[in-house]
């Protein structure tokens, strides 16, 4: 009999914490619902005492979804723990996740205090958090550089305490995957009690390491498992729940099965990067790109003659559909609203169907044929109607030997204004144009580039990030016209100076 692996998701609130990539309650509800349907146990919905927008997400995600059960991050703090209880009044099934660094270099510097206190704390943290839920997590901070002895003890108080599941993060990336295998093994050998907590791991990726370490959580005991779609999280990211999926379904002779419904993953994952923002590497294991094209000859050869030569997954399996329906400038809402649909996102507004579906045969009549990134591109960027600085037109003049010029429209608040600029190559051209409208002392930190996909008449994505006034705004810009990405990432940095 298969022994059940618990996937404990956290795109919403580790994930989450992304520069640049934070998402509205409105959006944070789909992504939960398309988690419920992707499998996930355990939903991690926010951190509701950092952020009235937290606290109401928790609240609105407990009521969206039905059967996952809804977590709230705290700290061992009675405060954080009473305002989590109350974010979690409606859900089905809650858990409030507690806990406190246990490593010396954070009892030490982060907390002035000592071990036996640490101890203390976290004790009546669990035990005060169980007066309110049955389910209590707990998360011993800097676990990988906590030394074993020590945490075991921490662990074995706080089990006591009442702790039902017991975290054990590998916060900084640091733990070599043998290292972290034997922690989680020296914790179920030397905790008394531990038959009565279900271990889980949190892996950071700082070194490349956040799965194989979590795997070998996972062989040495540990039976949940702290993911995030695409392992997005803070710097490097987290274990990617795709990953994981996958190599449970592949390696059968683990015997460890999880609740994830892999034909969900693909659409999950393309969602996720979309209303985020946040690009998926080509290369990427499982929702890259290129995770299923062979580009060398040997290769194509022997996938030509037995597909299983160079693939151990079927696309299928995935997600990836090769005859989903192609979108062209002939098809209609109802073709299109189907679609958003199949890539997990619903929408019942009719009227923000046809904003959509007007940018749609916009960008038909540009292109052969949409793609499934175009189309959650579009309805990703439709919130732009709202801003109150609007691209009005652009036009550049370039070429090898001339200087480029660029003349810019924008509709500030229903004002018309225009300008126009030289620079050196285009974009520099509309960017200076921009700013001789907007006298505004901003410096362009970071310009990245994302061509979607093969095609050149496809949407290019450009992500940026602007200095102004002492803080730095995140933009998002896409088009077919790279030059135009570019002028509306601007502009959408823009829009959120007087919102911060």
Known sequence: MSDRLYIFDTTLRDGEQVPGCQLNT?????????????GVDVIEAGFPVSSPGDFNSVIEISKAVT???????????EKDIDIAVESLKYAKRKRIHTGIGTSDSHIKFKFNSNREEIIERAVAAVKYARKFVEDVEFYAEDAGRTENEYLARVIEAVVKAGATVVNI??????CLPQEYGDKIKYLMEHVDGIDKAIISTHCHNDLGMATANTLNGVINGARQVEVTINGIGERAGNTSLEEIAMIMKCHKHLGIETNINTTKIYPTSRMVSSLMNMPIQP???IVGRNAFAHSSGIHQDGVLKNVHTYEIIDPKDVGIDDNSIVLTARSGRAALKYRLGVLGVNI???ARIDKIYQKFLKLADLKKE?????ILTLAGADTAEAHAVKLDFLQVTTGMGVRSVASIGL???GQKFEA???GNGPVDAAVKALKKIIMKQMTIKEFTIQAISKGSDDLGKVHMQVEYDGSVYYGFGANTDIVTASVEAYIDCINKFKKS
């Open 283 to 285: 290369n990427k294991a």
């Open 420 to 422: 126009a600029s030289t």
């Open 370 to 374: 949409v793609t499934d990134v175009d």
């Open 26 to 38: 409105v959006e944070k509800i789909q992504v939960a619902k398309s988690l419920e349907q992707l």
């Open 411 to 413: 509709d500030i608040s």
């Open 348 to 350: 019942d507004d009719e």
């Open 169 to 174: 993060p590998d916060t900084t990336g640091y």
């Open 67 to 77: 059967w996952p059960t809804i977590c709230a991050l705290t700290r061992a703090v």
